[in-house]
């Protein structure tokens, strides 16, 4: 029982992770306007800025890590298995995968990260047809 609320603790913080991580990697950003302020008052800030383009970074460091490299892919597993590209350009140390589509059934996948490598990751589905996924891959 113990296990399983840590496995769904660890779960639902990758989740909120993935949707933040998610803004981030699409967040535009340009200048454009005038900011002015009062009396060099900052409260009475007008014309805040927007922003347009692309974001570059070596890395995020958190608290108690960081994370190098991320990618988000998506593939079709079965029981037999199945090697998927990822896109990472390095091992993954974490992968995630739910399912997508209407299966009408419950699923798992299993990642088997000994058998994946900077190009591919090795995935099977719980279930002996194939099931589609959306992944997101994380290299810290």
Known sequence: ????????????????????????????????????????????LQGAPTFSGKISTQGINLITGSISRTSIFTGSASSAGTTQAHGLGATPDFCMFQQTGAAGDANTFQWDKAASDGTNVKVWSGNASARNYIAWCIKT
């Open 1 to 44: 029982m113990r296990e399983r609320l840590r496995t769904a603790a660890i779960y639902l913080g990758c989740l909120a992770l993935f949707k933040v991580m998610k803004r981030l990697l699409t967040a535009t950003l340009t200048l454009q306007g005038q900011m002015t302020t009062a009396n060099n008052n900052i409260s009475t």
